[in-house]
């Protein structure tokens, strides 16, 4: 949850409920986007990574001392800290980095192996589409091409943890395969024109902009387009 408190020097709120305390909440930002971006992580964790929620409870109640944390999990958060990606970006990275860290979350970055980053490509073959956060009909597997994408940003944020020094070096990585991508039949001008004058106004105004914006075929980036991507002074949007 995202909410605004005028006359402070960062107005914008982020809120959560904890999930192991039941109680309320929150972190400051001085922008609404920073606002935005932390709550997706921080519904993110609410849903997926409640042992991380767990550990903080326990380091204040002093079981334990607290200690650098190096797993894949506080890695994670380090890079999503750095990075800075926008709200729907930072979810398409949850969302990809949501198997490893479900399965190897906890475990110290230095200790991930071959055989671990195996098991991954396994664990994501085997995942159902819409469980993924697809689209696609219940009991379809993710396509190679998800995976491939899924597989690229897990290595991402390793070679970035090489790259600040806190991997001494980079585990093998096992070779996915060539990924195939799916073709599409791109309809003619002529059939987009047949197309154009029988559809409804509305979806002319669609179709009109698939065909002079240059977006992809598909489920492509005219899904993607919220208001802010329009210059309504300027007659321009950008994709």
């Known amino acids: 949850m995202v ?13 959560w409920n904890n999930p192991v305390t039941g109680k309320r909440e929150s972190k400051s930002f001085a922008t609404k ?3 935005q971006a932390h709550d997706s992580l921080m519904q993110h964790k609410c849903k997926y990574e409640q042992e991380f929620f767990k550990k903080k409870e326990a ?8 200690k ?21 970006s930072l979810n398409w990275q949850l969302n990809a980095m949501r198997i490893p ?4 979350g906890r475990k110290r970055i230095k200790a991930i192996t071959t055989q671990d980053i195996g098991n991954l490509l396994i664990a994501w073959k085997s995942l159902d589409a819409r469980a993924a956060g697809g689209k696609q009909s219940l009991g379809r597997k993710i396509s190679h091409q998800t995976v491939d994408n899924h597989y690229r940003v897990f290595k991402a944020v390793m070679n970035w943890a090489y790259e600040m020094g806190l991997l001494e070096v980079t585990p093998r990585y096992p070779k996915l395969g060539a990924v195939h991508y799916q073709e599409r039949e791109v309809p003619t001008m002529n059939e987009l024109d ?18 002079y914006s240059g977006a992809r075929v598909g489920q492509s980036e005219l899904y993607k387009l919220t208001w802010d991507a329009f210059d309504m002074e300027r007659k321009q949007f950008v994709l």
């Not at 909410?3 to 020097?9: A, L, T, V, W």
């Not at 860290?101 to 190897?104: D, P, Q, S, T």
């Open 3 to 15: 909410f605004e408190r005028s006359g402070k020097k960062n107005p914008w709120f982020a809120a």
């Open 33 to 35: 986007k920073e606002a």
């Open 59 to 66: 380091e204040k109640k002093g079981k334990r001392p607290r």
């Open 68 to 88: 650098e944390d190096d797993s894949l999990e506080a890695v994670y958060h380090k890079y999503l800290q750095v990075k800075q990606f926008s709200v729907q």
């Open 101 to 104: 860290l479900e399965k190897l």
């Open 194 to 211: 047949r197309i154009y004058k029988n559809a409804a106004p509305h979806i002319q105004r669609i179709i009109a902009l698939g065909i």
